[in-house]
């Protein structure tokens, strides 16, 4: 096994990638040879310049063997490599024999690596003759790609990140960058600081955490961005800002301008002042980057909403130049290396389309291929759809989670329990979806494997190994490869290597360059094996004629007329509505620590501190109507189904509507899985789910008992709500339930498995409190507080006990000398948020620096600086009040 601890202080020589979002982070990995690894910020890499944040900083805390899952196995026995490869591949064959090729799909995910997406794309799309491959990218990337591609004639993200520092005024809309691309939003500020003229607008119905330091934010009504982008066109007629010389190189321009006019701006409930201050900004600076990400792309209107945006850096010419741009951010490593190869139902690699026949049969030709599919395969929502119908009898899972992340996740769920056949590819067996396999394949994971990603801004960028391969852990290329060679396609997947696979890709993109595609790495297909090792940070097009650089200042497009494309959009509400048994509106996105679906920022201490249970943030005005209070649980249905998540009340969103996040899941709140509620309803253009507009009903839930927990191992519970994080020392859980146990010290010793364990009890059956303490060999296993009202003990204190002798545990109190530090807000140094309240209310540290230069805390990766500035406000406003 890995130890996770070393006291060795390795040399960070080795150097990789950041695994988790689209900025793509350059790190320096320091193995220490016996498992650990030490990750800093690379200061070479062209994308942070040595900058991390939170989740980057804490990627030695997630790389241990705890839970992994190391060799295949079937029906949950494990097995060799060749037993579980040659029932894939029997499966596969005697499936696509019986029902054909559409009779199998592949689920893929923009994490996986250029190379493994490759080749499951060639295995699919070339061998198995079915373009039944689409990925968790349709939930996350589709709307932007629809909309590059009806405005562009490609899918191409214009500008670069250096846009950001030299723009005059920055625009996030639908994008919380503080919290999703917090490297990025780091560098805005730090160009603020330089150029404190550089103005930051953000867009959101919330007012979260990217707007603490913002100038302006418009809280739009939810669903409603085009009418905004609109009335931004028809402000741009009016003042006479069109760029008529660049519109010679743009079709749809008047069109477009008529239907921006028609549109009805007070939809957005946005104040005239509001918009005026928006606009004058916008058209007030030439160099305006707007910023993009799922607020716009997961909607029913999400292509329209892309559109509406870029027909407005079209029409003032506002593209490809130094600061200006329309920019859509990726979310995941390679969310931009999947869309290049082809990884979406509908495309062929290096952008060539699946409906082209000359593209077709080039791609077939080159691939030697023996079949190849004319027509687009089914998108994520209606792939599952087919599973559950049985239309499709094998499916194979690699590197996502859809039991949890795709909408409607209780039916997607029943779909995959309910296929023939189901293979899954992952890291570890502990995943609602992995849980669902007939055969699961043990994946290296990140630090341990090889290959390239795409960021955001088209910048190729190498994930090198650092670790050992654990067990049989295998890269997810490799059994695609070998599957495909046991099926019988030996001579198309004889790779030995993922540098192979990239020179054989870059010499594809030539065919794509050659039919005048923009994506065209060419000038790569030579590389030797020790140039792609040490190939560096390389933004794409690479061919004889093109090297990196913007797009589309030169007005030259991908559109068969070679001309930009305005389009004609108008608003259209979210597609669900509300009525009276729904009257809110669900929001779902993201936290600042916690990836996806958690499988591994949730092994964090460090990242589980921040915000450790699952909530729902919702306005006071609607909790006071609801009888909902602050420590309160909260029950949310949907016509899809139920949650039941912790009050965050706030005024942060607006009344009517209310926000949850997408990460946890049934393996530690099984309560609190929130695409189970999220309805399935696609944009019809992108066939992207709106993640972010489901109707729901909210009430109270009435609990007959509340319960804290602290555990040294990690605990399942069987009770209506429960919730569980890792701490320092173990385990915290959050539980309640509407049956009260008879006997809560059973009760505990069942929860935790400890039968043997000394028990020290303070128990109040008439009150309905309960305190048990679980000792074992003079260390402190586990405690339990529970009462009929949420349980009001010290939480960060108690999670740090287990594994000591904690005789005074049943108060729930720290000792007098120890104050409680409150939740975590710096994850770095582990700063609490009470200790920075102290800091302002005692010691009169009103700026972010003062508070840094006292704490610590915000001075590392400066993920938490925006939420410091909110405590700031928070405490000035008090000030003035008082
Ligand atoms: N910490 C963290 N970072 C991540 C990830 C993660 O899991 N955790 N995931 C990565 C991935 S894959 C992705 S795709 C990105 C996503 O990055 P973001 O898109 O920034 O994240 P979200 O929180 O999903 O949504 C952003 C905002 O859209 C707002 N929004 C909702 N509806 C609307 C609307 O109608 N209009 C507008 N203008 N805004 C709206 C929400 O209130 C929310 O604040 O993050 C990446 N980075
Ligand atoms: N309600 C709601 N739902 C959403 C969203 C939202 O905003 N709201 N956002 C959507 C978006 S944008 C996205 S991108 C998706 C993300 O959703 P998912 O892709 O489902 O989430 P992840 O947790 O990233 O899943 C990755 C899986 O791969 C495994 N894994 C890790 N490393 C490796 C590896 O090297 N190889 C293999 N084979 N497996 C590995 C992990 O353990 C995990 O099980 O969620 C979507 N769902
Ligand atoms: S911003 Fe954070 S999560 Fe994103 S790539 Fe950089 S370090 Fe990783
Ligand atoms: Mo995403």
């Known amino acids: 096994m890995r130890s996770p601890k070393s006291n060795l202080k390795p040399m960070c020589s080795i150097r990789s990638t950041c695994p988790y979002c689209g900025v793509g982070c350059g790190v320096l990995l320091g193995p220490d040879g016996q498992g650990g690894l030490d990750v800093r910020g690379d200061q070479d890499h062209p994308a942070n310049f040595g900058r991390l944040c939170s989740k980057g900083s804490a990627l030695g805390e997630t790389v241990s ?36 090729p559409d009779s199998v799909a592949f689920y893929v995910s923009g994490q996986l690596l250029t190379e493994d997406y490759y080749v499951a794309n060639k295995l699919m799309k070339g061998y198995i003759g079915s373009a039944n491959i689409d990925t968790n990218s349709r939930l996350c990337m589709a709307s932007t790609v629809a909309g590059h591609k009806r405005a562009f004639g490609t899918d191409t993200v214009p500008g670069t990140y250096e846009d950001l520092d030299e723009a005059d005024v920055i625009v996030l809309t639908g994008s919380n960058l503080a919290w999703c691309h917090p490297v990025l939003y780091q560098r805005i500020l730090a160009t603020r600081k330089k150029r404190p003229e550089q ?44 760029d008529h010389a660049f519109a010679e190189n743009v079709t749809g321009l008047d069109e477009a301008i008529a239907a921006a006019k028609a549109d009805d701006l007070s939809v957005t409930g946005l104040s005239d002042d509001l918009l005026k201050t928006f606009y004058d900004l916008w058209c007030g600076a030439e160099k305006v980057v707007t910023i ?47 869309r290049e190869v082809g990884g979406l139902a509908n495309m062929l690699a290096c952008h060539l389309d699946i409906e082209n026949a000359d593209h077709r049969n080039a791609v077939k030709t080159f691939w030697s291929a023996p079949e190849m599919p004319e027509k687009p395969g089914l998108k994520a929502v209606d792939m599952f759809r087919a599973v559950g119908e049985g239309k499709i009898k094998a499916l194979w899972i690699l590197h996502t989670n859809p039991a949890v992340s795709m909408p409607d996740a209780d039916r997607v769920r029943e ?32 630090g341990e494997k090889s290959g390239t990603v795409t960021n955001s801004d088209r910048l190729m960028s190498r994930q090198r190994p650092a670790l050992p ?27 030995e290597a993922p540098a192979e696979i990239f020179r054989e890709y870059a010499a594809l993109s030539g065919i794509a360059g050659g039919f005048g595609k923009d994506f065209d790495i060419s000038g790569l297909k030579d590389l030797t094996d020790t140039q792609y090792d040490t190939l560096a940070p390389t933004r794409w097009p690479v061919s004889d004629g093109k090297k990196g650089g913007r797009f589309f200042a030169d007005g030259k497009f991908y559109t068969p007329d070679g001309k930009g494309r305005m389009l004609p959009v108008a608003w259209k509400p979210p597609a669900a509505k509300t009525e009276p048994r729904y009257p809110f509106r669900l929001n779902t996105g993201r936290i600042r620590d916690q990836w996806h679906t958690m499988t591994r920022t949730a092994r964090s201490p460090r990242l589980s501190a921040h915000l450790g249970e699952p909530f729902l943030e919702l306005h006071p005005e609607d909790a006071k109507a609801k009888g909902i209070g602050p420590t309160s649980l909260v029950e949310v249905k949907t016509p899809n189904g139920t949650a039941i998540l912790r009050a965050m009340i706030t005024d942060r969103i607006a009344r009517g509507e209310v926000f949850a996040p997408m990460h946890w899941t049934g393996e530690n709140a099984p309560a609190a899985r929130i695409d189970a509620l999220v309805a399935p309803v696609t944009d019809p253009v992108s066939g992207q789910p709106e993640s972010k507009g489901s109707v729901a009903f909210i009430a109270l839930f009435e609990a007959a008992w509340y ?79 529970i009462s009929r009202s949420p349980v009001a003990v010290m939480r960060d ?3 740090n006990l287990p594994g000591d002798a904690a005789p005074m545990v049943l108060s729930g109190k720290s ?37 840094g230069e006292a704490l610590q805390a915000g001075t590392n990766c400066g993920s938490c600086r925006s939420e410091i500035a909110a405590l700031i406000k928070g405490a000035e406003g008090k000030d003035a009040a008082e």
């Open 65 to 100: 063997l705890e839970g992994r899952l190391l060799a295949p196995q079937i029906d949950g026995f494990e097995t060799d490599w060749d037993t579980a490869l040659d029932l894939v591949a029997r499966k596969f064959s005697d499936t696509i024999s019986e029902h054909g």
């Open 199 to 242: 103005k930051l607008i953000v867009i959101d119905p919330r007012r979260t955490a990217s707007c603490d330091l913002a100038d302006l934010h418009l809280p739009l009504a939810l669903g409603s961005d085009v009418a905004l982008f609109n009335g931004l066109l028809a402000e741009i007629d009016k003042r006479g800002l069109i």
């Open 292 to 338: 993009f990400s799922q607020g716009v792309n997961q909607s029913s209107s999400g292509t329209d909403k892309v559109n509406s945006i870029t027909n407005c850096h079209l029409a003032t010419g506002r593209i490809g130049r130094a600061g200006q741009g329309p920019f859509s951010v990726t979310g995941q490593p390679n969310a931009m290396g999947g």
């Open 415 to 446: 779909a995959i329990a309910g296929c023939d056949f189901v293979v899954v590819s992952d890291i570890t067996g502990a995943t609602d979806t992995a849980r669902l396999a007939h055969v699961l394949l043990p994946a290296t994971a990140w």
């Open 469 to 495: 391969v654990p067990g049989q852990a295998r890269g997810d290329w490799e059994q695609l490869a070998e599957v495909a060679r046991r099926m019988g396609f030996k001579d198309g997947f004889d790779y």
């Open 707 to 785: 319960g804290f927990a602290i555990s040294q191992t990690p605990v399942k519970a069987t009770s209506d709500y429960w919730a569980l994080a890792k701490t320092y020392a173990g385990y915290r859980v959050e539980m309640a339930g509407k049956e009260t146990p008879e006997d809560w010290v059973e009760e505990a010793r069942i929860l935790f498995g400890l039968p043997e364990a000394d028990v020290q009890t303070m128990l109040d059956p008439a009150k309905g409190t309960a305190r048990i303490a679980l000792h074992q060999d003079g260390a402190l296993k586990a405690a339990l507080f």
């Open 797 to 799: 204190y108690l999670s």
């Open 815 to 851: 000792p007098a000398d120890q104050p409680d530090p409150g939740p975590t807000l710096c994850s770095c140094f582990n700063v609490g948020v009470n200790t920075i309240l102290d800091a302002i209310e005692t010691r009169g540290l009103m700026t972010v620096d003062a508070i």
